[in-house]
């Protein structure tokens, strides 16, 4: 491709300067990618995609006042040509699920080579409603041979985890862009299914059910 007008245009969503910067660096030596413009948060990226139309955004999972997860399900729902490509630090079966869920076009963790980014930027832009991961077919495998046990929803998945983290309800509730009376209700859900009346319990529940592994991260 040639020309601006022929370019795909990006959208970057990330808290860390430099993260958004060398992720810019990759766009711009692809030469068929346009970053037109960055945001730090959840409340910055809706401003953003209503102001410029990228064809394209990647963002991070973890912002400061929300959650990339929802910002992709949002982001899907106003506009279902969008692209949506989800990175993530904590790379586990159930983000990539909860991406999957949430209309994500591709999932690639922040350990991949920035050239791996840049095609799924590629891919969102042509097939957005088509979901890539590197791991999808073993993650797939993974959960059909799962063990029996209580059925977590993602969104209870994503709480569990921030129970883990140590953050009280006020701070899932900000992490995650939902109410503090959501959040309440998403961890009585969790107590009630994993047989627990504190979060100690629930922790101590999760790694005996194989939902966490023994240093506390999510499987």
């Given at each position: 491709?040639?020309?601006?007008?022929?370019?795909?245009?990006?959208?970057?969503?990330?808290?860390?300067?430099?993260?958004?910067?060398?992720?810019?660096?990759?766009?711009?030596?692809?030469?068929?990618?346009?970053?037109?413009?960055?945001?730090?948060?959840?409340?910055?990226?809706?401003?953003?995609?209503?102001?410029?139309t990228p064809d394209v955004v990647v963002t991070d999972v973890r912002l400061p006042d929300g959650d990339g997860i929802a910002l992709a399900q949002q982001a899907r729902q106003g506009s279902p040509d969008l692209g949506v490509v989800v990175l993530t630090m904590y790379a586990g079966d159930d983000k990539l699920f909860a991406a999957l869920d949430a209309g994500a076009s591709a999932?690639?963790?922040?350990?991949?080579?920035?050239?791996?980014?840049?095609?799924?930027?590629?891919?969102?832009?042509?097939?957005?409603?088509?979901?890539?991961?590197?791991?999808?077919?073993?993650?797939?495998?993974?959960?059909?041979?799962?063990?029996?046990?209580?059925?977590?929803?993602?969104?209870?998945?994503?709480?569990?985890?921030?129970?883990?983290?140590?953050?009280?309800?006020?701070?899932?509730?900000?992490?995650?862009?939902?109410?503090?009376?959501?959040?309440?209700?998403?961890?009585?859900?969790?107590?009630?299914?994993?047989?627990?009346?504190?979060?100690?319990?629930?922790?101590?529940?999760?790694?005996?059910?194989?939902?966490?592994?023994?240093?506390?991260?999510?499987?």
């Amino acid at each position: 491709m040639t020309g601006e007008a022929s370019r795909i245009t990006v959208l970057l969503v990330d808290d860390h300067q430099l993260i958004r910067e060398g992720l810019r660096r990759a766009f711009d030596r692809a030469g068929d990618l346009q970053v037109v413009g960055e945001a730090g948060s959840v409340a910055e990226a809706m401003n953003a995609l209503g102001r410029l139309t990228p064809d394209v955004v990647v963002t991070d999972v973890r912002l400061p006042d929300g959650d990339g997860i929802a910002l992709a399900q949002q982001a899907r729902q106003g506009s279902p040509d969008l692209g949506v490509v989800v990175l993530t630090m904590y790379a586990g079966d159930d983000k990539l699920f909860a991406a999957l869920d949430a209309g994500a076009s591709a999932f690639v963790g922040k350990d991949a080579p920035a050239d791996e980014v840049v095609a799924a930027a590629r891919h969102a832009a042509a097939n957005p409603r088509a979901f890539t991961a590197r791991d999808l077919a073993d993650a797939m495998q993974r959960r059909m041979h799962a063990p029996a046990g209580p059925k977590l929803s993602p969104r209870e998945r994503e709480v569990l985890e921030l129970l883990v983290d140590g953050l009280a309800i006020s701070q899932i509730a900000r992490r995650l862009f939902i109410s503090e009376s959501t959040a309440k209700t998403h961890v009585a859900n969790i107590y009630e299914k994993l047989g627990a009346g504190n979060r100690a319990q629930a922790v101590m529940a999760a790694v005996r059910l194989g939902l966490v592994n023994e240093t506390g991260n999510l499987r």
